[in-house]
Nanobody, 121 residues
Framework: QVQLVESGGGLVQPGGSLRLSCAASGRFISITAMAWHRQAPGKERELVAGIDNIGVTNYADSVKGRFTISRDNRKNTVYLQMNSLNVEDTAVYYC???????????????WGQGTQVTVSS
């Protein structure tokens, strides 16, 4: 199985920055795509940013130019640098990874427990 542990959430003022981290551990052969999703109260979970195993990235329109996703494959860790935060970014942020745990087993999705990001003055 794959365990994902997020860190770095917290309370920040509008215009501020936070950096989220998500480390993958456990028994797996490979991790392909990693991503950050978020879910605000009363809203559906949405993709924020994704990155594949060769560094190709994609972003939600609402965060383009403000957020940057990156990963360290040696550490099986994905990061989300969030700048120019606004109140609409308030949500629980979830790390996601697609991983293969054994040869011949299809890729499966794994999720972290989530970390709260609150943007408020």
């Amino acid at each position: 199985q794959v365990q994902l542990v997020e860190s770095g959430g917290g309370l920040v003022q509008p215009g501020g920055s936070l950096r989220l981290s998500c480390a993958a551990s456990g028994r797996f052969i490979s991790i392909t795509a990693m991503a950050w999703h978020r879910q605000a109260p009363g809203k559906e979970r949405e993709l924020v940013a994704g990155i594949d195993n060769i560094g190709v990235t994609n972003y939600a329109d609402s965060v383009k130019g403000r957020f940057t996703i990156s990963r360290d494959n040696r550490k099986n860790t994905v990061y989300l640098q969030m700048n120019s935060l606004n109140v609409e970014d308030t949500a629980v942020y979830y790390c996601n990874a697609r991983a293969r745990i054994r040869p011949g087993i299809p890729l499966n999705n794994y999720w972290g427990q989530g970390t709260q990001v609150t943007v408020s003055s």
